[in-house]
């Protein structure tokens, strides 16, 4: 079995602007490069990774890019394209394109002021561009509202694979009602078969991010692989956020006991091979991935 953390991030404030660091994210507001991962991803016998954009600018996408072409580890990319902008976006896409570490975009949809912007006639229109090169999107949200997006969007842009990311950040150790509201918008998403989900960032909706406990989380991993299976779940580790979390350590050995109960297969699909069928994953990346990591 491959493993494959399909939700990992790199940045570096002196190359790129990231605009929502700052102190009260202390212990990861500074650059945060791959080697500082690299020891927790050994241990957790993890093979390769999928970088995710965090800055809406092409600076982080070019760190990203710049750190995938110097730690074979790295398998894929997702990088940040101005969706809203067509013109632009197909140019930069017409260069992302020669590199086969991106597979992928995203947009920080939780920082825009404009909550329906990704339903906007301009983001529609690089949807589109995203689904004729063949690349996935990345659905980031602050909080399970957004999702109630996810099935207009699956049913305008048909050929885009979409995954959500973080489960669409559940109300981990909230209420009954809150735990209902989300599972209503997310089992929404869930009927449409191209969207798939990544069982990442799950931690306490609310206070402290390492507040959470594998049996609050426990409800909606169970929930999502009812509504989705496995074969639309993939694992991320949300590194660096989740040093902020209780450490990647913690939230691997969790997800690992959640996943127990399921066939060989079926945590073998959460752990890689859905990452690597929808994300398409260079063979030949991941070789090298696996090679490096053993």
Not at 251 to 273: H, I, K, Q, Y
Request: hydrophobic share 45%; net charge negative.
């Amino acid at each position: 079995m491959t493993v494959v953390d399909a939700h990992l991030h790199v940045w570096d404030p002196g190359r790129a602007a990231y605009d929502w660091l700052g102190p009260a994210l202390s212990p990861v507001d500074r650059a945060m490069r791959f080697h500082d991962a690299r020891p927790a991803l050994r241990t957790a016998g993890v093979d390769a990774v999928v970088l995710v954009q965090a800055a809406d600018n092409d600076a982080d996408t070019d760190l990203m890019l710049a750190t995938a072409a110097t730690h074979p580890e790295v398998a894929g990319v997702v990088a940040w394209v101005p969706l809203d902008d067509p013109d632009r976006a197909r140019a930069r896409l017409t260069v992302l394109g020669r590199d086969p570490h991106v597979v992928g975009v995203r947009t920080l949809l939780h920082e825009r002021p404009d909550p329906e912007w990704i339903l906007g006639p301009g983001a529609g229109a690089g949807l589109s561009l995203l689904a004729q090169a063949g690349l996935a999107f990345d659905y980031s949200t602050s909080s399970p509202a957004a999702l109630r997006h996810l099935p207009r969007l699956a049913a305008r842009h048909p050929a885009l694979r979409l995954v959500v990311d973080h489960l669409g950040k559940p109300p981990v150790g909230g209420g009954r009602e809150d735990r209902a509201e989300w599972h209503r918008l997310i089992a929404a998403a869930a009927k449409h078969p191209g969207v798939h989900a990544k069982l990442s960032g799950l931690y306490s909706a609310s206070g402290a991010l390492d507040a959470w406990t594998t049996d609050e989380v426990r409800p909606f991993v169970e929930d999502a692989l009812e509504l989705f299976g496995p074969e639309r779940l993939m694992y991320g580790g949300d590194w660096p956020i989740s040093l902020l979390a209780g450490g990647y350590a913690r939230t691997w050995e969790a997800m690992c006991e959640l996943l127990a109960p399921l066939a060989p297969d079926e945590r073998a699909a959460v752990l890689g091979s859905t990452a690597t069928r929808f994300y398409r994953l260079d063979p030949a990346l991941l070789n090298t991935a696996h090679d490096a990591a053993v």
